[in-house]
């Protein structure tokens, strides 16, 4: 986990060598910019996981938006429990604002529409579930959250059945959760139509352009819900809503977001006297 990649075995061991075991410390995590703020449960549990005993509060709600220097949560404990935490804190609150905030612009941006923008699991490793819950906090949808909880065929499956898209949706039928829809990616009208015909639940057309989308759903003529993949940028959320489409996936909602501009100013708060003991203990 993040926590293990930064304190290793031995811990922070700068923070063992040079500040006093009882010193004590308070910061307060500030907004540098404006953004939809979430992550906020991940920090709190980075900082309780190095220390049950830190005081976390939590100012502000995932899904809020907040503006330069408004603090989001104050932390106070000991000092080096409060080093030892803060930058993993900070990775993942400012990643899971980055994402809420391209996911809050990306819906802005198909305000009236039908449109639904979709995340990809195109996240960053280890954070699939921070990364999902940052996009519901901007107002996004989630596609499905691994290959678990979904059927997608794509190209890939439909060349293990000889290229044949009514064999991989038969298949998927017979051998799948029942529950499940199915859904099938497409580059081309023939393939379109013909996994219309055997049956499939949504229709992904991957790397289309416009005018080619717009002769896919005058095609499909509303038979089967339409999601656009490929080159999805938010310039282009505007056009694809108006072509009448259902659903966009977009992975640069979670594997391009920007990571916000928040801080976590950390000053001692109690001083000592005491020499601080040896990193060796």
Do not use: C, Y
């Not at 603090?71 to 809420?100: D, F, M, P, W, Y």
């Not at 950390?266 to 990193?279: E, G």
Request: aromatic share 2%; charged share 25%.
């Amino acid at each position: 986990m993040s926590l293990d990649e930064d304190l290793g075995a031995a811990g922070d061991v700068t923070s063992l060598a040079v500040v006093p075991a009882e010193a004590e410390g308070s910061g307060e995590l500030v907004a540098k910019e404006q953004m939809i703020v979430a992550g906020l449960d991940a920090f709190v549990r980075v900082f309780h996981m190095v220390d049950a005993e830190v005081e976390v509060e939590v100012l502000k709600r995932d899904g809020e938006e907040i503006k330069p220097k408004v603090v989001a949560a104050r932390v106070h404990g000991k000092l080096r429990s409060l080093l030892a935490a803060e930058r993993t804190a900070l990775n993942l609150v400012q990643r899971a604002a980055g994402i809420a905030t391209l996911a809050q612009q990306a819906m802005t941006s198909v305000r009236g529409s039908k449109l639904r923008v979709l995340d990809t699991r195109k996240t960053p490793p280890g954070m699939r579930g921070l990364a999902k819950h940052a996009v519901r906090m901007g107002g996004a949808s989630n596609h499905r959250f691994g290959l678990f909880d979904g059927i997608l065929i794509k190209d890939n499956h439909i060349a293990a059945v000889g290229g044949d898209i009514t064999e991989a949706v038969r298949r998927a039928k017979l051998n799948g959760p029942r529950l499940v829809k199915i859904e099938v990616e497409v580059t081309n009208f023939k393939q379109l139509e013909e996994a219309i015909a055997a049956g499939a639940d949504v229709i992904m057309l991957d790397n289309m352009d416009d005018a080619q989308i717009r002769e896919a759903v005058k095609l499909t003529a509303s038979r089967v819900p339409i999601e656009v993949s490929g080159g999805v940028t938010l310039d282009r959320l505007p056009r694809l809503a108006k072509l009448g489409v259902d659903f966009v996936s977009m992975g640069a909602l979670t594997h391009s977001a920007r990571a916000m501009d928040l801080s976590l100013e950390i000053a001692t708060t109690k001083k000592s006297t005491r020499k601080p003991r040896s990193a060796q203990g």
